[in-house]
């Protein structure tokens, strides 16, 4: 809430009537005669019966806590001397000025007054708690409304995510090289509800164009899952891995930058949306031999996934990348058999994580579940690291 400057005021008039004062003695069950009887009132030489106190309070408190400051305000500190007292059917003025503020706390002081006919009632301060409303969590967008964006979505994993997209009810956009076998089926299958591009992710000027286009014919991008990325590759240190990384930032790094500058304004408008970044396991301890450019370009992903999470948390957007071990892929089928059963078992369960199960791990932070889930890297292996 705002902190009120100083020297601002609220002033009223009240009216306090016999009505009120019944009301407040059966509420309180403070059934004083002094308050409540007429006649045991003038036995003690007033005129009529003298009005509770708390009943001046409770405008006072009424005026904190609506006006000056208004909603979110809380007394924190009071003090007061009653001068004069107010009996039924009279009507006093009220006034309220801030004599000092800090923006910091969040605390301001009220001078307060009442006069009835210019003769003192009551006077004092109180000190005044300005609470500031804590955010709550968005609404969550309706499933019929959610599109998600998955690159490298014709094979592998990328398929396995927009399979399950699919039967979770997204509508769901691919993005790869070219279509596949798998990819046409599931575009017969999931009729109106799932489209494919076709671009290569290195040519970010057609690419930023066809996400523009995409978002305004078929259905605006709120999740983007980036899939994509170049079969890891064994390099040893030395000028070759200057001639390859490039390859590999610009379908990490470069072209994930140029989809999320057209689709998170739409994201941000919507108080929705998901980023999802495929890691690996190997940047979570240390990686294998040879592996330089497929290794720095993860990390640099992970980079990104971070600073976009801070970036943009505070839209509803949540970003968070995940970070299986082996699968079976057509990325692992140049590994012999011997050497897949090795890396099998030096897993805890003894086994690779299956494509359903990390797929499935995407769908969870795409919906609900994954709506506080923000700036992680999600280990899928295992136990493994």
């Not at 107010?86 to 001078?111: C, F, H, M, P, Y």
């Amino acid at each position: 809430m705002r902190i009120p400057e100083l020297g601002e005021k609220y002033k009223n008039v009240f009216h306090i009537s016999k009505e009120m004062v019944m009301d407040f003695s059966s509420f309180s069950k403070d059934d004083n005669p002094l308050h409540v009887n007429e006649e045991a009132a003038r036995q003690y030489g007033y005129q009529n019966p003298v009005c509770h106190g708390a009943i001046l309070l409770s405008e006072i408190s009424r005026i904190i806590g609506t006006q000056l400051p208004g909603n979110g305000a809380l007394w924190s500190d009071l003090d007061i001397s009653f001068s004069s007292p107010v009996l039924w059917n009279e009507t006093v003025d009220i006034e309220v000025e801030v004599i000092q503020r800090s923006e910091a706390l969040g605390i301001i002081k009220l001078q307060i007054e009442v006069l009835k006919k210019a003769k003192k009632v009551l006077s004092g301060t109180a000190k005044v708690m300005c609470l500031r409303e804590i955010k709550r969590s968005y609404p969550m967008l309706d499933l019929s409304k959610r599109c998600a964006l998955v690159t490298g979505g014709s094979r592998g994993l990328g398929l396995g995510i927009t399979r399950e997209l699919l039967e979770d009810g997204y509508h769901v956009i691919t993005l790869s090289r070219a279509e596949s076998e798998e990819i046409n089926k599931l575009q017969e299958v999931y009729k109106g509800k799932m489209k494919h591009i076709s671009c290569d992710l290195s040519h970010f000027e057609e690419l930023k164009n066809l996400i523009h286009h995409t978002n305004q014919t078929f259905m605006p991008i709120n999740s983007v899952i980036h899939a994509a990325g170049p079969a890891p590759q064994k390099i040893n240190m030395g000028s070759q891995i200057n001639e390859t990384i490039d390859t590999y930032f610009n379908v990490y790094i470069k072209s994930l930058i140029q989809i999320l500058e057209v689709c998170i304004p739409d994201m941000k408008q919507l108080k929705y949306g998901r980023v999802i970044t495929i890691g690996t396991s190997y940047i979570l301890g240390m990686p294998p031999l040879a592996m330089y450019p497929y290794i720095i370009g993860k990390e640099a992903l992970w980079g990104l996934t971070k600073s976009l999470a801070v970036d943009v948390g505070r839209y509803g957007i949540s970003v968070n990348m995940i970070s299986p071990s082996m699968m079976v892929t057509d990325m692992t089928s140049e590994i012999s058999n011997a050497a897949k059963y090795a890396e099998a078992q030096k897993n805890p369960m003894c086994r690779f994580a299956e494509l359903s199960e990390v797929a499935k791990t995407v769908t969870f932070l795409c919906g609900e579940g994954g709506a506080f889930i923000n700036g992680t890297n999600i280990p899928i292996t295992g136990g493994g690291t």
